[in-house]
Nanobody, 116 residues
Framework: VQLQASGGGLVQAGGSLRLSCVAYGSINSINDMNWYRQAPGKQRELVAALNTNGGSTNYLDSVKGRFTISMNNTRNRLYLQMNSLKPEDTAVYYC??????????WGQGTLVTVSS
């Protein structure tokens, strides 16, 4: 599976961005699709998770109510709608998928910068 993320950019606090991640290859083997982020000097953290089999989602507490993870019907595109952005959301955002054999794949990351 190959992943390509896009949609990052510079936005003012309170603004919105929508990240996209396109999956290529054995997409039918994907079980979980996730968004991670890594801010400068910090560890990478899981922001939002989606299980493709049941559609259940989970979010980092600090983004609950502001971010929404979703996928398209063919399950080859993952999205992260980010609203009410805060400066502390500034990070490189990565899409990540795990297949049915628990193998993990990463996209290349897209930078989100939120100015105050």
């Amino acid at each position: 599976v190959q992943l390509q993320a896009s949609g990052g950019g510079l936005v003012q606090a309170g603004g919105s961005l929508r990240l996209s991640c396109v999956a290529y290859g054995s997409i039918n083997s994907i079980n979980d699709m996730n968004w991670y982020r890594q801010a400068p000097g910090k560890q990478r953290e899981l922001v939002a998770a989606l299980n493709t089999n049941g559609g259940s989602t989970n979010y980092l507490d600090s983004v609950k109510g502001r971010f929404t993870i979703s996928m398209n019907n063919t399950r080859n595109r993952l999205y992260l709608q980010m609203n009410s952005l805060k400066p502390e959301d500034t990070a490189v955002y990565y899409c990540n998928v795990q297949d049915r054999w628990s193998k993990v794949y990463w996209g290349q990351g897209t930078l989100v910068t939120v100015s105050s």
